[in-house]
């Protein structure tokens, strides 16, 4: 079992930046994978980013590239995502989520709460 734990959510204004963290216990040894989600009121659940857990290969979708960056601090089983250039079409619950034991993401955080204002 993995243990997600997000922080890092609120309101900023467009423009501005904020940083995720999600922080993983448990067994972290069976991590493969961890990604952050989104899912903006009315619309469904889309993967932003997500890093490969032991060679920190990257991915982000399109509409964040360049904005916001993915990271994984090992030592303390912790996963960030930087968050630049906030627009109010990025307002959303973000999730954190582990891929683990080569199946899907089977893992997932309570979610938190980002708001950008126009």
């Known amino acids: 079992q993995v243990q997600l734990v997000e922080s890092g959510g609120g309101l900023v204004q467009a423009g501005g930046s904020l940083r995720l963290s999600c922080a993983a216990s448990?067994?972290?040894?069976?991590?493969?994978?961890m990604a952050w989600f989104r899912q903006a009121h009315g619309k469904e659940r889309e993967v932003v980013a997500r890093?490969?857990?032991?060679?920190?290969?990257?991915y982000y979708v399109d509409s964040v590239k360049g904005r916001f960056t993915i990271s994984r601090d090992n030592a303390k089983n912790t996963v960030y995502l930087q968050m630049n250039s906030l627009k109010p079409e990025d307002t959303a619950v973000y999730y954190c989520?582990?891929?683990?034991?080569?199946?899907?993401?089977?893992?997932w955080g309570q979610g938190t709460q980002v708001i950008v204002s126009s």
């Open positions: 448990g067994h972290t040894f069976s991590i493969d994978a």
């Open positions: 890093i490969i857990w032991r060679l920190s290969n990257t």
């Open positions: 989520a582990a891929q683990a034991d080569g199946k899907g993401y089977n893992y």
